[in-house]
């Protein structure tokens, strides 16, 4: 009687390695990267008004939930759209009185300016409080 030893192979069917984490799925991107284009598409008002509004929110509103930072700046960009939305009708009310046509050049300027510098700064991972804005979200 012969017995013969057989090797045993690794099944084929075996689960893949785990992957890498994704950043919270900030669809591919740090944290940081992801808030500063958050801050940066606000800009997109100048482009395409609507989406200047909309995708701000929409970014936040998907991630939110995923990663506090991401929430933080969501919060600040939302404050600072809100205020910006109650200064220019502000300027509008007074721009049948001549001061609105300066405080409503004064909102398009900080409407460009602000984005700018809080992306910047997300960049750093930095949360910069935008000026004069209301807090709304807390």
Known sequence: MTVTLEKKSAPLN???????PSNNDLFGM?????????HLSQ??????????????IV???L??????????HGKMVLNWLLSELVY?????VLAFVFIGVLTLLA????????????????????LWQY???IPFFK
């Open 107 to 126: 909102v398009v300027a900080l409407a460009m300016i602000f984005p700018i510098i809080g992306g910047i700064k997300a960049k750093d991972g930095i």
């Open 30 to 38: 740090e944290p940081n990267t992801y808030c500063m284009l958050l």
């Open 14 to 20: 075996q689960p893949p390695p785990p992957m890498p």
């Open 59 to 61: 970014l936040w509103a």
């Open 43 to 56: 800009l997109l008002v100048f482009a395409v008004p609507v989406f200047g509004l909309v995708v701000p």
């Open 63 to 72: 991630n939110k939930d995923k990663n506090p930072m991401v929430d933080a």
């Open 88 to 92: 220019t009708v502000a300027s509008i």
């Open 131 to 133: 000026p004069l804005t």
